[in-house]
């Protein structure tokens, strides 16, 4: 298949890219690099700069594409605006840039004739949980822009496909982290809300160590528990979307995790197997539930995806991928850091 993915430079774009390219499919990626990088680009794939909130630069890659004799089949959809605290003090560019860009999108897909398309979307449309377990019928309540922004995204897709005879692949991901096992590509950004990315700068180093928000949740150890899922896992399901689209022509909605919850302590546990992790316990934070993990139950039936990496290789190919970014930019940087190589 031939596959137009948008955002395509960013970190799961880029990493979806490479799973496409070795799944021997045909890709060009469209991105304003605002958040991505050119070079995360696989070399195979083609890349376009463009910004899918001005319809012409979609209509000239899909036009330039079907004059080929191989039109785009399918789209996958990452470029995005996803920071949540900036999302609460911009709301207007976020609907801007996640909204208008999706509605723009969509108009230059339908007049350039391409009916399917693969978007990402966040376990964020659930709010906050009343059941440690989220199923896809579950109640969709936002509790920040970000959120908002996404399930409006997602209502949209429902409404454009029965007017226009789209199909969709709507893919809500849980807590995603790791990198690409070439160690080509990674997070090369600091998500300073997400675990992973903190517990990797305390491990490097980068902060003297690691602040785990709350120890008197009703968990087993008292921390929270989440769900993690591997970049590459994610990656995999994408393609498998965009077939299930190409050879049922039927919508999809599902949840992207592993099924399986680890408590902060266990994450932080599982990293020491790898590397030391300095760690001290702090207060809670507001709106950070106790648990919450997948379910994944939809995806493996109707796309026959299964994750294929635990929480190790997460871990492990996070850590392995930072630490040769830090060698390659930072050499003094390596004095500096503590952990044991796994
Ligand atoms: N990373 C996560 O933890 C996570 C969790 C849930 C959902 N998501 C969703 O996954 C998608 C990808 O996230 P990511 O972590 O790879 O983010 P990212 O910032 O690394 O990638 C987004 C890419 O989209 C591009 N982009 C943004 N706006 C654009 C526009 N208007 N036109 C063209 N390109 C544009 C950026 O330059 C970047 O390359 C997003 O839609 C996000 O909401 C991410």
């Known amino acids: 298949m031939k596959v137009l993915v948008v955002g395509g430079a960013g970190y799961?774009?880029?990493h979806t890219v490479y799973e496409l390219v070795r799944a021997g499919h045909?890709?060009?990626?469209?991105?304003?690099?605002?958040?991505?990088?050119a070079a995360n680009v696989h070399p195979q794939a083609h890349f376009e700069w463009g910004d899918i909130r001005r319809k012409s630069d979609i209509a000239r890659v899909l036009a330039a594409e079907a004059e080929t004799g191989t039109p785009v089949d399918?789209?996958?959809?990452?470029?995005?605006?996803?920071?949540?605290?900036e999302s609460v003090s911009e709301p207007l560019a976020y609907y801007e840039n996640n909204v208008e860009g999706l509605r723009t999108l969509l108009e230059a897909l339908v007049e350039g004739g391409v009916r399917s398309i693969v978007f990402s979307s966040t376990a964020a449309v659930y709010g906050e949980p009343t059941s440690s377990e989220c199923h896809e019928g579950d109640a969709t309540e936002p509790i920040n822009p970000y959120g908002e922004t996404k399930l409006a995204c997602e209502r949209?897709?429902?409404?454009?496909?029965?007017?226009?005879g789209l199909d969709y692949c709507i893919l809500r991901y849980f807590n995603v982290a790791g990198a690409d096992a070439s160690l080509e590509i990674g997070l090369d950004k600091d998500r300073l809300t997400h675990l992973v990315p903190l517990l990797m700068q305390a491990a490097l180093?980068?902060?003297?160590k690691l602040l785990?928000?709350?120890?008197?949740?009703?968990?087993?150890d008292g921390t929270c528990i989440r769900d993690y899922v591997h970049v590459t896992d994610l990656a995999r399901a994408h393609v498998l979307g965009a077939q299930h689209l190409l050879t049922n022509r039927a919508s999809v909605l599902a949840n992207l995790g592993s099924g399986r919850g680890f408590s902060v302590k266990?994450?932080?546990?599982a990293a020491r197997d790898i590397f030391e992790v300095p760690f001290e316990y702090a207060p809670r934070r507001p709106g950070d539930p106790a648990k919450l993990i997948a379910c994944i139950d939809h995806a493996r039936e109707t796309l026959g995806w299964e994750p294929e990496h635990d929480l190790h290789s997460i871990l492990k190919s996070d850590y392995d991928f930072r630490r040769k970014l830090m060698l390659a930019h930072r050499p003094q940087a390596e004095r500096?850091?503590?952990g044991t190589e796994g």
């Open 336 to 338: 500096r850091c503590g």
């Open 266 to 269: 266990e994450v932080v546990d």
């Open 156 to 164: 949209m897709l429902k409404w454009a496909a029965a007017a226009y």
């Open 74 to 85: 399918v789209v996958m959809h990452f470029a995005a605006k996803l920071i949540v605290p």
């Open 12 to 14: 799961i774009g880029s």
């Open 26 to 37: 045909e890709v060009v990626v469209l991105d304003n690099l605002s958040t991505g990088s």
């Open 205 to 208: 180093g980068i902060r003297d």
């Open 212 to 220: 785990v928000f709350g120890n008197d949740y009703a968990t087993p």
